[in-house]
């Protein structure tokens, strides 16, 4: 009886202890949480020391045996190199995981790089305001993101001071105008932040019509793979040309004509540059790209 009896009373006395317990697990993923949090606001204060009043005049960009890793140990960039002149097209092409998008997210200083260095005109991206940075590069993803707001306010989202004049001239170069003629209040349409009332080629198109707008002197084009009706594939196509005149453009390529027509295609493997050189060029040599092509693009031609 005493035994059983102490069996009960010690099960229910456990049982506050356990929910302590628990408590204090919750407690303690709330407090890495706030960490996590603290760690991020941390870092953000670190970017605003760069400088503020610098202006990209040329758009000369430099990777300079760059390394980095999400991960320690695990290094995902391999001492990358790489100079891109002034208003040169480049087209960064590669199998899947081989490190493109990772480029990308060094060059807009979403992550740091390790070791190495990555110059725009000559100056460290370091010392580079990061809200300069990326303001000053132009950057056209796959997902392109709206905001909830008209087609005219996402249109000039980068600064609503921008006249409509102005804004018009961009939408006839982007071909957004064939956007707006579709939407029941052209312009004035308000447009969800998801984008579920337009397909992806006209969300793509309204950030193409916007990177017109903030001129940028260099951009970044991520093209889509996913399919588009061939006659907005066109008018995406042309867009894109028109809009790569003149600067510096960095082109994570999917299309054998955007590949085709650029002045330099770099070709990734685990990190690194394995060839570059342009199309005719690379498809003699009968290397990484040559198998890239016959497996991928050969199929692909627009
Ligand atoms: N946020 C991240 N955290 C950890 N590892 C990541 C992260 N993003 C990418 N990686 C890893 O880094 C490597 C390079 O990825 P990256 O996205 O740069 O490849 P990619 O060349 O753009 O590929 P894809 O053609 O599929 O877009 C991959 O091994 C990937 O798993
Ligand atoms: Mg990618």
């Given at each position: 009886g005493v035994i059983s009896a102490f069996i009960i009373y010690s099960k229910q006395f456990s049982r506050p202890i356990n929910e302590l317990a628990q408590l204090y697990g919750q407690i303690e993923t709330a407090i890495a949480g706030a960490e996590r949090i603290f760690t991020i606001l941390d870092e953000e204060e670190e970017d605003?020391?760069?400088?503020?009043?610098?202006?990209?005049?040329?758009?000369v960009i430099e990777f300079k045996n760059v390394n980095f890793s999400y991960v320690p140990g695990n290094k995902v960039i391999d001492d990358f190199s790489l100079k891109i002149g002034a208003g040169r097209k480049i087209a960064l092409v590669g199998s899947t995981g081989s490190g493109k998008t990772t480029i990308v997210n060094l060059l807009m200083r979403f992550y740091d790089i390790d070791s190495g260095e990555i110059t725009v005109d000559g100056k460290?991206?370091?010392?580079?305001s990061s809200d300069v940075l990326r303001n000053s590069i132009g950057i056209v993803l796959q997902d392109s993101v709206l905001f909830s707001d008209t087609l005219r306010g996402n249109m000039k989202y980068a600064d609503s001071e921008i006249s409509d004049e102005k804004m018009e001239e961009a939408a006839r170069l982007s071909h957004v105008y064939k956007v707006a003629e579709r939407l029941p209040e052209g312009y004035d349409t308000f447009l969800t932040s998801a984008g579920a009332n337009l397909s992806q080629g006209q969300r793509q198109m309204i950030t193409i019509g916007r990177a017109f707008l903030s001129y940028p002197k260099i951009l970044i084009l991520d093209e889509a793979t996913s399919s588009v009706d061939t006659r907005t594939e066109r008018h995406i196509q042309n867009a894109m040309v028109r809009l790569m005149k003149n600067r510096t453009s960095l082109i994570i390529a999917h299309r054998l004509s955007t590949i085709r027509d650029a002045d330099m295609i770099v070709v990734m493997d685990k990190g690194h540059i394995i060839e570059t050189g342009n199309h005719e060029d690379l498809l003699e040599r009968k290397g990484r790209y040559y198998d890239l092509y016959m497996t991928q693009f050969a199929g692909n031609e627009t």
């Open positions: 605003k020391s760069g400088d503020k009043d610098f202006k990209i005049t040329e758009g460290n991206i370091r010392e580079i």
